[in-house]
């Protein structure tokens, strides 16, 4: 081998891709061998089926759009813990005051809203609930102040 032309020698790194078809025959020949790769589908079989006992975006149902609704939810339990927290820190910051009622007053309606947070892999962190009031049906005063 030391009469190697240097004309036939390539210059650089090279790399071979295997094509699709490649890749394909070389997937079915390991099927084929499987009694020799016993460990490598043990941990794949083992891969699919594990569940770290976290629920996953795709085990979810939607969360609920209304109140009535989150009473028949799976997971009424963590919505409602969520909501209760989301009505402490709105008291706690002081962002409403109880006023009695009179009859020149016209209540605002709102509306919960529910959401659940995943991380990048798609498993359940925490379930959130807002509280938003329905400021699109404040009347227009000569004052110009209305919630968004």
């Known amino acids: 081998m030391s009469d190697v032309d240097p004309i036939n020698a390539v210059q650089g790194s090279r790399t071979r891709r295997l094509t699709e078809k490649a890749r394909r025959q070389a997937y079915f020949t390991d099927l084929g ?38 009473q028949t939810h799976p997971y009424r339990e963590g919505f409602h813990t969520a909501a209760t927290k989301e009505y402490r820190d709105l008291e706690r910051r002081n962002t409403f005051k109880s006023v009695p009622k009179t009859s020149k007053m016209t209540a605002l309606p709102f509306i919960w809203v529910f959401i659940c947070k995943f991380d990048t892999d798609g ?15 404040q009347p227009l005063t000569h ?5 968004a």
């Not at 089926?49 to 939607?62: C, N």
């Not at 004052?143 to 919630?147: D, L, P, S």
């Open 33 to 70: 061998r499987s009694e020799e790769l016993p460990g490598y589908h043990a941990a794949f079989a083992v891969g699919i089926q594990y569940s770290p006992g976290r629920l996953h975006r795709d085990q979810t149902p939607p969360p609920s759009r209304t109140w009535k609704d989150l």
């Open 123 to 137: 498993y359940l962190i925490k379930f959130k609930a807002r509280l938003c009031v329905r400021g699109d049906l």
């Open 143 to 147: 004052q110009g102040n209305y919630a």
